[in-house]
């Protein structure tokens, strides 16, 4: 039976950590899902959305939260596709309208009316979420809870990332905050891609573990006299990076990237530091052909190839557990840098 009170991370005010406290279970629509959440993943987001960092309005009291795997418990008269018993995984795009022509062209994170779990609607820092059923993401029953739920925001999203930046197998791609948890599951989606890896990050934790996830090359950009060298002299012919994965939280490689790109190549923009600005030399970018493109989540059908990736046994990447009464410790080991990997939080029965 479902309980009509529930555990949740409540944002009471912005900027300050959340509270753990006792909320209603909120009652799936025509048209949605109820999942009991069993584990869900710390995303960056959700360290901007407590600080508000972004140009988009969140919604108040929110419970944030985006990387969240469970059991369906509930669902809508109109829900399709999905049932009772099924695991399923709430992802950032909660919801979209279905009828506008992103939708309709399967751009479905570009939809104006799109909900945001954790965001603009409550996400997956409680025992109990809802979903729209056409946006739940459908999992495997013998894939782990726990370890697929950084796939459900950071995976779709760096395999997304992937795709659009044109890299073909045996090309090089440079991941910028490869130590964090979109740039550890970058390494490894990269690398079952078939793409050789340039990890950047700071610190040796980090580097230990970009080692282990198969990178060719680690460099700590805390401690290079000279980043761009140092990159491109990473590539097997010198010249740079065939594409760059920006998933770093600073400004700095923003601009820095066009140097150690290959001509030709490919910056793909997905980390999304607060008031940041791309900026390239003009110059540069034409004569040496180079693009720069942003990169938003992915769609549904992004969803079930990140998650067959990772069913399939490609993708193996470290992360942390704690209990969802630590996401403040969370946050504050996540603000100063400091995780390895991702972390998932264990949600109460
Ligand atoms: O759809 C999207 N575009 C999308 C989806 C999900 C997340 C975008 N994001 C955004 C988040 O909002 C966040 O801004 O991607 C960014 C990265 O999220 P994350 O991987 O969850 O953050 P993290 O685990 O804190 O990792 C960030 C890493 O960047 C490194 C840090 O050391 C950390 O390991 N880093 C920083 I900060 N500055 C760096 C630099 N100058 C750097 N690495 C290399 N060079
Ligand atoms: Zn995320």
């Given amino acids: 039976t479902i309980p009509k009170t529930q555990w949740a991370q409540v944002l009471e005010k912005k900027g300050e950590l959340p509270v753990y406290k006792e909320i209603p279970v909120p009652e799936p629509g025509p048209d949605e899902v109820l999942v009991k959440l069993r584990y869900t993943g710390v995303c960056h987001t959700d ?14 009291n929110l419970v944030g939260g985006h990387e969240g795997a469970g059991v369906v418990v509930a669902k809508g008269s109109l829900a399709q596709g999905i049932e009772i018993g099924d695991h399923a995984g709430i992802k950032w795009l909660n919801g979209s309208c279905l009828s506008c022509e992103f939708c309709k062209t399967a751009d479905e994170s570009l939809c104006p009316d799109a909900l945001l779990s954790g965001y603009t609607v409550d996400g997956t820092f409680q025992q109990y979420a809802i979903g729209k059923a056409a946006h739940v993401s459908k999992l495997p029953k013998e894939v782990p809870l726990d370890a697929i739920a950084p796939i459900l925001c950071a995976g779709i999203t760096v395999y997304k990332g992937l795709k659009e930046s044109g890299a073909r197998p045996g090309q090089t791609v440079a991941i910028v905050g490869a130590g964090g948890g979109l740039g550890s599951l970058a390494q490894q989606y990269a690398k079952a891609m078939g793409l050789r890896v340039v990890a ?26 000279d980043l761009v060298a140092d990159v491109k002299a990473a590539t097997p012919d010198g010249l740079g990076a065939h594409a760059v994965l920006l998933v770093a939280v600073s400004e700095k490689p923003f601009q820095q990237a066009v140097a150690y790109a290959r001509s030709r ?40 190839e990140a998650v067959g990736f990772f069913a399939r046994g490609l993708i193996k990447a470290p992360f942390k557990t704690a209990h969802l009464k630590d996401l403040p410790e969370v946050f504050k080991l996540m603000q100063e840098g400091k995780i390895a990997g991702r972390y998932v939080l264990e949600i109460p029965e």
Wanted: aromatic share 8%.
């Fill in 200 to 225: 950047i990050d700071g610190g040796d934790e980090k580097k230990a573990m970009c080692e282990k996830l198969g990178a060719e090359a680690y460099i700590d950009f805390t401690k290079s006299s």
């Fill in 265 to 304: 190549g490919t910056i793909v923009a997905i980390g999304l530091p607060a008031h940041a600005y791309l900026k390239a030399p003009v110059f540069d970018t034409v004569v040496r052909m180079i693009s720069i493109k942003g990169s938003y989540v992915g769609n549904r059908q992004d969803g079930v």
């Fill in 47 to 60: 360290l901007h959305a407590m600080n508000g960092d972004w140009p988009l309005p969140e919604k108040d």
